[in-house]
C-alpha cells in the first residue's frame, strides 16, 4: 500500500478519475509487467493494494511518463485510455482496429477520410482507446511477439531493431487485425498487431538476452568488407569465424526444408556478393530484421559447405552470432568508400513501356503461343485489390498484378491498404488475358516488405480460390508455368460462383479447377522437373520458374451457362440488320416474299473463333469453355440440358457411332446423365422468329411493321468431344467395360482412374449390386434422387425398334393431375430380350446376367410415355438396348404389359402396352455382349432421299442433309408464340433433294433443324404433288432426331451434279432435280421488265392500278427466257429477280438507270421473232433492249446450276405445211429449267 501512495504522490492526481486511472496503471504493471520481467507467475491483485507484491515503483513511473510524453496534451493524463492485458484484446475484441493515444479528434477524423479516400468502397480501421504495454519476445518460425503475464500475440513491425528484442516496450500507435479464417495455428488465433512506427523502450539499458553480447565490440572491430571476406571463404579454416560487414543485396523467403526452417540473405558491395545462411532456430528473427539496401554488419560467421547447392561455400550463422543493423564500417582498408558502399537498388514506383519493350522472345512451340523472358526489377507501390489471398493475387496501384505463389505464404497476408516494396521481383507482360497486363512474380529470391500498414479494415471476403492454399500447393507440387497457374486460379473464382454449392463442394474447385487446365493446355503448361531452391536463391545468373513464361492471348475463355445465354440473347438483335436476312436482291421482293424471308433466321457462333470469325462479337474474342452437368430435359422440353450453378441451356448432342467409323448418331447413352463434364467444341444456335407486316424494302427500318418476334438459344456438340470432370455412376461402369474390352488400354484405365477418384472426392459410394462382380467407387449422380441409397428394384431389359415423336396429347393416364390437359407424351415399340428381375439395388448399366436372358419368344411391348418420364426421349434410340429399372419394388409384374380387350371369336394383332412411371430409370447397355442374336436385328429401313425419290412406299424414313430452311407463316393461325409451319429442303450425297413440309402445332419446338445438320425423319409421309414432284409431310407419329452436327455457320448442300442437256431431257434414270449445266446461249426468247405493286402484285404507273389496293409502294421486278445449248441439246432457262441483270451483262448504274427510264410507262416486254429479235416500233427503249438481247455480251458462255421443272412434256404433234401438202410429225417439247446461280466463264 505504502509503494502505491508513493507512487500516486509523484504525479498528484488532479481528481478523481486521474486517481483510478492511476491505481489501475499500477496494479496492471505489477500483474502483467513484472512477472515476464522477473519470470515468476503473476500475484494476486489484492496483494498489490496491501503491500504484498513486489513494488515496482521505477516501471510504473516509466510507463506513466512516457505515456504523457507521446500525448498531444502532456497537462493530464488521458483517462479515456485503459491498459489491456493480450489475453482480453485477443479473446475480446473481435473487431479490426486502431489506437493511437497522439491523437486528436480532428486529426482521427482527416486521418480516416484519407485511408478511406485512397480506395473507394472500403472503411477505415475503427478507433479504441486502449493501451498496450508488453515486452518484445522471439516468436516461433522467426516471427515477433508481442508478451505479458496473460499471454502472447504476433506482432508485425515496420523496421524491427535487434534492440528491441526482449525489452518492456509501451505502443503508442498500433493496429489491431481480427482472424476469421478457420484453419489458422493456435498461436495464430485470434488476431494479430501491427506496429506502427517504433515502440517506446521502457528500460534505459540492455536487459538480459540482448544482442550486443561480451566480446561484441571486439568483434565488430575485427569485422571485414565484402571483396576481403569473399577471399577467405575459397580458404576453409576449421574454427575460424568472420565477421562481415556490408549492404544487404537480397533477403530470401523463410523456408522449411525436412523440418529445418531457415533463410538466406547476401551482403554486397560494389563488386562482390556473399550469401549468408541463417537456420540457427535462435537468430530466425533476423529474417525481419535485414531488409535490401541496408548496412549491417553479422559477427561470428563460419564457413560452411553446402551439398544442396554442388558442395559451395557459404557463409553460416552461429549461435554466437550477432546482428548490427545501420552500421558504418569505419576500419580503413585499401578499398576506397565508393568501391565498399555499393549503391542502394533502384526501386521503380510504376510500370513504364520501357518494361514492355525489354521483354525478347524466344523461339516459339506454336504458332499462338510464344515464349517470352521476364525482366527482374524493384517495385514499390499500395496494394489495391486482394484478388485470392489463398492463391496469392494481389493488385498494386490499381494496375499491376502481384503474384505471390512461388514463395511459401506469408506470415501476414497483405491487406488492401498496405505499402510494400519489392526486390529482384520479375516482371512478365501479358502472362495471362484474365488478369492486368503488367504482372509482378516472386520467386525464392525475391523479397517482400510492408513498409506502411494498411489504414482499412473489413476487408472484402476472398472471391478466388479457398484459402487453404490448395492451388499453391499443387503449383510447388506440378511446378506449373505461371501461365497456366494465372488461369487455372482465374478458372477457380469463376467456378465457384457457378457451381458452389449446387453443383460441387467448395473443397473440390480448386481441384476441379487444376484438373480442367492440365485438359486444356495440353502440357503448354507442364511442370519442368524438380525446383532446385539452392539455385534459385545463390546462383548466379539467376534462373527460376518465372525467367521463362509462355503468352497465349487464345487460352481458353470459361463462361457460365447464364452469362453465355445473356450474351447470346443480347447479340439476338443487335447483331442483325434485317436487310441482311434476305436474299439477293431483295429490293425486288414483293411483301409477302419479304415477310416470308424474315419469319426465321438463324445465327451460328462456333466456339473457336478461328473456325467461325465473326467481327464485333464479344464473345469471339477467345476460344469459350463451359463446365456443367448433362440433365434430362424439364417437362416442357425434350432435349438434353447442360447446367450449373446459375442455370440451363439446351442441347443438340451426338455421338460417334460405332458401326460407322467417324460416323456419328443421335446420343443413345444414359452414362451421360449426371456426368461434370468440361465442353470445349461447341456451336451457339440463337434462331430468329419474327412475324411482321412490311409493305416493302423501304419499310425494314420501321420496327411498328414487326407484329412479334422471339428467340431460341441451343448449344449443338458432340459427346465425344467432352472431357469428364466428374463421372456418373453409370459412366463410371461404362468406361470400366470399355478399359475391359480394349484389353487394359492406357486411356480407359485412366479415365477410370479419374472417374473412381472424382467419385471418392464427392464422397458417394456405392458398391455393385451382385457379389459376382467387384465393388467399385463412383460417383452417383445429382439428378438421381435416390442417389446412393439401397432400394428394391425390378429390371427389364429391351431393344428399341420404332419411336414415336413427342407431341402434346390429350390422354386418360393422368386426369387425376390438377393441370390435366395436354401433356407432353410419346411411345416407343420395343422387344423385350428376357423375362423381368428383381435386385436388392439399381444395377444401372451393368453388364447383362444369365438371369436377364431365356425367352425365345419374339415378344414386343408398347411403352408410352407422359407427363415426367416423356423426359427420357432424347436418350431413347432405335437399335440400342436398355435397362428398365422399376424402383423401390420387388413385384416383377409391373414391367409386364397390359394387353388389349378384345371381343370373341376376333384376333388381336397388337402388342401389349407399358404405361412408364415417373421413377422409372433407363440405363443404356452398350455392351450387351449375350444377344450376338439379337445384335443382328435390323432396325427399320432407314432410305436415302435418292430412294425416297425412286420409292412406292407411303410411310418412309430417311436420313438427309439439311440444304434449305423457310417459315410457312402464311397460314391461319392464331398462335403468335412460334412459326408452326416449316419447309426443309434436304439432299443426300448425290445431289438429289425433296422438300419435308413440317406442321409443329401439337409438339415442342425441335431444335436444330439446320442447314448443314443431318436428320433421320422417321415415319414421313411421301406424297405426290399436282405437278408430279415427290415431297413429304409430317405426321402425328412422325419423329425427327438429328443424328450429325455439321457447318451450320456456312452449310452449303453438296455440289450439284454435272448434266448434259440431251441426257437430262431425254434419259428417265436421271431424275435428278437440280444440276450443274455449262452452254451457250443461243438467243433470247421473252424478256419483262415491270414495277408492281409489292401488297397486291398489280401494274404499278405512278400508282396501283388495282382500284382495291391502297399501296403506295412498288418494287422492280424482271424475268426473261433464253435458249442454252451446250452440245447434247438445247433447253429453256428462265431467269427472274437479280438474275437478270447479270444475263444481260448490265452494270449496276445501267441497270438502275433501266429502272428509271420505266418508272414512267411501268412495264415492258420483248418478244422472240424466229431467231431474230424484231422490232417495227419507234420506242427507242425497245430498241436498245432489243440491242443489247441480241448483242454478243448476251450471247456467250455461262456456267449455271438449274432446276428441272417437274411437269416435263415428253412429246408432241406439230403439223407443217409443205406447198399443197401437210406433214404430221412427233417433236420433243424443250428441256424446262429455273436458274438458281450464274457465273460467267
Not at 499462338?368 to 485470392?388: F, N
Amino acid at each position: 500500500m505504502a509503494s502505491l501512495q508513493l507512487f500516486l504522490d509523484q504525479f498528484k492526481p488532479s481528481g478523481e478519475a486521474e486517481l483510478v486511472w492511476l491505481k489501475e496503471v499500477f496494479i496492471f504493471i505489477n500483474q502483467y509487467i513484472d512477472p515476464v520481467l522477473s519470470g515468476s507467475a503473476p500475484p494476486v491483485a489484492d496483494d498489490f493494494l496491501t503491500g504484498g507484491g513486489v513494488c515496482s515503483d521505477p516501471l510504473s513511473v516509466c510507463v506513466v511518463k512516457k505515456i504523457q510524453e507521446n500525448m498531444s496534451v502532456t497537462h493530464t493524463l488521458p483517462v479515456s485510455y485503459r491498459l489491456v492485458s493480450v489475453l482480453e484484446l485477443v479473446s475480446q475484441q473481435h473487431l479490426a482496429c486502431v489506437s493511437n493515444l497522439s491523437w486528436s479528434t480532428n486529426q482521427q477524423r482527416a486521418w480516416a477520410k484519407e485511408a478511406e479516400l485512397s480506395l473507394p468502397g472500403h472503411r477505415a480501421l475503427p478507433r479504441v482507446h486502449l493501451l498496450l504495454i508488453g515486452c518484445l519476445r522471439e516468436g516461433r518460425g522467426g516471427g515477433w511477439r508481442l508478451t505479458d503475464a496473460s499471454g502472447s500475440v504476433r506482432c508485425e513491425c515496420l523496421s524491427p531493431s535487434p534492440l528491441w528484442l526482449n525489452r518492456p516496450v509501451f505502443l503508442p500507435h498500433w493496429n489491431f487485425i481480427h482472424h476469421t479464417a478457420p484453419g489458422r495455428d493456435q498461436d495464430e488465433s485470434g488476431g494479430h498487431v501491427e506496429l506502427i512506427g517504433s515502440p517506446v523502450l521502457l528500460c534505459p539499458g540492455p536487459v538480459g538476452g540482448l544482442a550486443a553480447g561480451p566480446g561484441g565490440g571486439a568483434e565488430l572491430s575485427r569485422a571485414v568488407g565484402v571483396r576481403e571476406a569473399a577471399g577467405l571463404l575459397h580458404d576453409r579454416t576449421r574454427g575460424q569465424r568472420l565477421s562481415v560487414c556490408g549492404q544487404v543485396g537480397s533477403v530470401c523467403p523463410l523456408l522449411v526444408v525436412a523440418g529445418t526452417t531457415f533463410f538466406c540473405f547476401s551482403l554486397t558491395d560494389a563488386s562482390h556478393s556473399l550469401p549468408v545462411l541463417v537456420k540457427d532456430s535462435s537468430r530466425l528473427w533476423w529474417t525481419q530484421c535485414v531488409c535490401v539496401g541496408q548496412s549491417v554488419c553479422v559477427t561470428a560467421l563460419r564457413v560452411c559447405v553446402l551439398r544442396g547447392w554442388r558442395g559451395n561455400n557459404i557463409l553460416c550463422v552461429s549461435s554466437q552470432s550477432e546482428l548490427h543493423t545501420n552500421y558504418t564500417h569505419v576500419q580503413v582498408h585499401t578499398q576506397t568508400d565508393s568501391q565498399l558502399d555499393a549503391p542502394p537498388p533502384k526501386v521503380m514506383s510504376h510500370i513504364g513501356d520501357d518494361c514492355e519493350e525489354a521483354e525478347t522472345e524466344i523461339d516459339t512451340v506454336q504458332s499462338a503461343v510464344r515464349m517470352k523472358r521476364s525482366k527482374v526489377i524493384s517495385y514499390q507501390g499500395t496494394v489495391t485489390d486482394v484478388v485470392s489471398e489463398g492463391a496469392g493475387l494481389y493488385v498494386i496501384d490499381r494496375k499491376v498484378g502481384l503474384c505471390l505463389a512461388y514463395q511459401p505464404s506469408l506470415r501476414r497476408t497483405l491487406r488492401a491498404g498496405d505499402s510494400v516494396e519489392l526486390h529482384h521481383v520479375h516482371f512478365l507482360y501479358r502472362p495471362c488475358p484474365d488478369f492486368p497486363p503488367s504482372m509482378l512474380c516472386t520467386c525464392l529470391r525475391s523479397s517482400l516488405r510492408v513498409t506502411a500498414f494498411s489504414r482499412l479494415g473489413g476487408s472484402s471476403l476472398d472471391s478466388g480460390c479457398p484459402g487453404d492454399g490448395a492451388l499453391p500447393r499443387l503449383l510447388l507440387e506440378k511446378n506449373m508455368d505461371l501461365s497456366a497457374y494465372l488461369w487455372t486460379c482465374h478458372l477457380s473464382s469463376q467456378l465457384t460462383h457457378s457451381l458452389f454449392p449446387s453443383v460441387l463442394k467448395e473443397q473440390c474447385v480448386c481441384v476441379l479447377s487444376w484438373k480442367l487446365m492440365e485438359c486444356v493446355w495440353r502440357g503448354r503448361g507442364r511442370g519442368r522437373g524438380r525446383r532446385d531452391i539452392y539455385s534459385e536463391m545463390l546462383d548466379k545468373p539467376h534462373t527460376c520458374p518465372l525467367t521463362q513464361y509462355s503468352v497465349d492471348p487464345a487460352v481458353h475463355q470459361y463462361i457460365s451457362v447464364s452469362e453465355l445465354s445473356q450474351s447470346l440473347q443480347s447479340d439476338c438483335w443487335s447483331s442483325v440488320s434485317l436487310s441482311s436476312l434476305l436474299p439477293p436482291g431483295g429490293s425486288s421482293l414483293t411483301r409477302s416474299q419479304i415477310n416470308t424471308a424474315l419469319a426465321w433466321s438463324c445465327r451460328t457462333l462456333t466456339s473457336d473463333p478461328q473456325n467461325n470469325p465473326q467481327a464485333g462479337d464479344r464473345l469471339r474474342q477467345r476460344p469459350l469453355l463451359l463446365v456443367g452437368m448433362l440433365e434430362l430435359p424439364s417437362h416442357s422440353e425434350h432435349t438434353l440440358q447442360l447446367r450449373d450453378g446459375t442455370g440451363a441451356v439446351a442441347c443438340v448432342v451426338t455421338e460417334t457411332s460405332e458401326e460407322e467409323e467417324g460416323g456419328q448418331r443421335a446420343a443413345f447413352n444414359t452414362a451421360w446423365i449426371g456426368c461434370l463434364v468440361c465442353v470445349q467444341q461447341f456451336t451457339m444456335v440463337t434462331e430468329r422468329f419474327i412475324q411482321s407486316e412490311f409493305p416493302s424494302y423501304q419499310h425494314l427500318d420501321q420496327d411498328k411493321y414487326i407484329t412479334h418476334k422471339h428467340y431460341r438459344v441451343y448449344l449443338q456438340f458432340c459427346l465425344n468431344h467432352l472431357h469428364i470432370l466428374s463421372p456418373s455412376v453409370a459412366m463410371v461402369t461404362h468406361l470400366r467395360q470399355r478399359g475391359e474390352e480394349s484389353g487394359g488400354d492406357v486411356t480407359g484405365r485412366k479415365e477410370m482412374e479419374e472417374g473412381q477418384t472424382a467419385g471418392r472426392k464427392r464422397g458417394r459410394e456405392e458398391e455393385e449390386p451382385d457379389s459376382s462382380h467387384s465393388a467399385s467407387s463412383s460417383v452417383t449422380m445429382t439428378t438421381d434422387p435416390v442417389g446412393g441409397v439401397s432400394l428394391p428394384c425390378v429390371s427389364l431389359v429391351i431393344r428399341v425398334e420404332n419411336k414415336e415423336g413427342v407431341a402434346w396429347r390429350n390422354i386418360g393416364a393422368e386426369l387425376n393431375r390438377r393441370d390435366a390437359g395436354l401433356i407432353l407424351c410419346f411411345s416407343v415399340r420395343a422387344a423385350v430380350i428376357g423375362p423381368a428381375v428383381t435386385w436388392g439395388r439399381d444395377p444401372k448399366n451393368r453388364p447383362m446376367t444369365d438371369r436377364e436372358t431365356g425367352t425365345e419368344k419374339d415378344n414386343k411391348v408398347d411403352l408410352v410415355f407422359s407427363g415426367v418420364s416423356a423426359r427420357w426421349f432424347p436418350v431413347l434410340q432405335p437399335g440400342s438396348f436398355y435397362r428398365i429399372v422399376a424402383a423401390n419394388t420387388q413385384d416383377p409384374s409391373v414391367l409386364i404389359g397390359c394387353g388389349v380387350p378384345g371381343q370373341s371369336r376376333v384376333e388381336l394383332h397388337t402388342d401389349s402396352t407399358l404405361q412408364v412411371r415417373s421413377d422409372w430409370r433407363f440405363h443404356t447397355l452398350t455392351r450387351p455382349l449375350l444377344l450376338h442374336t439379337y445384335r443382328q436385328a435390323h432396325s427399320p429401313t432407314v432410305l436415302t432421299v435418292s430412294e425416297v425419290l425412286d420409292c412406292r412406299s407411303e410411310l418412309v424414313c430417311f436420313r438427309a442433309l439439311v440444304s434449305d430452311r423457310i417459315s410457312l407463316n402464311d397460314r391461319m393461325s392464331d398462335s403468335t408464340d412460334t412459326h408452326t409451319g416449316v419447309r426443309l429442303t434436304v439432299c443426300d450425297r448425290s445431289g438429289r433433294s425433296l422438300h419435308v413440309y413440317l406442321d409443329l402445332s401439337h409438339t415442342p419446338y425441335p431444335p436444330g433443324l439446320l442447314p448443314g445438320n443431318t436428320l433421320l425423319l422417321s415415319a414421313f409421309h411421301r406424297r405426290m404433288s399436282r405437278t408430279g414432284s415427290v415431297y413429304c409431310s409430317y405426321l402425328p407419329v412422325s419423329s425427327i432426331t438429328v443424328i450429325s452436327l455439321g457447318d451450320t455457320s456456312c452449310a452449303r448442300p453438296a455440289p450439284a451434279p454435272m448434266m448434259h442437256l440431251g441426257v437430262w431431257a431425254g434419259s428417265r434414270e436421271h431424275r435428278c432435280v437440280v444440276g450443274q449445266v455449262k452452254g451457250h446461249v443461243v438467243c433470247f426468247l421473252f424478256l419483262e421488265l415491270q414495277w408492281s405493286c409489292s401488297l397486291c402484285g398489280s401494274l404499278y404507273v405512278q400508282s396501283c392500278s388495282s382500284s382495291q389496293c391502297l399501296s403506295a409502294s412498288a418494287v422492280f421486278q424482271s424475268k426473261a427466257k433464253v435458249v442454252i445449248d451446250d452440245g447434247t441439246g438445247e433447253a429453256h432457262v428462265w431467269f427472274s429477280g437479280s438474275l437478270v441483270r447479270p444475263l444481260l451483262g448490265l452494270a449496276d448504274s445501267q441497270w438502275e438507270g433501266l429502272q428509271r427510264a420505266l418508272r414512267v410507262r411501268g412495264n415492258i416486254r420483248v418478244y422472240a421473232q424466229g431467231r431474230s429479235l424484231v422490232c417495227d416500233s419507234d420506242d427507242a427503249l425497245l430498241h436498245f433492249l432489243l440491242c443489247v438481247c441480241s448483242s454478243d455480251a448476251v450471247c456467250r458462255q455461262l456456267s449455271l446450276t438449274c432446276r428441272k421443272h417437274s411437269n416435263q412434256r415428253s412429246e408432241e404433234v406439230k403439223r407443217f405445211s409443205r406447198g399443197d401438202r401437210d406433214f404430221m410429225t412427233r417433236m420433243t417439247h424443250p428441256l424446262q429449267l429455273t436458274c438458281l446461280h450464274i457465273s460467267t466463264d
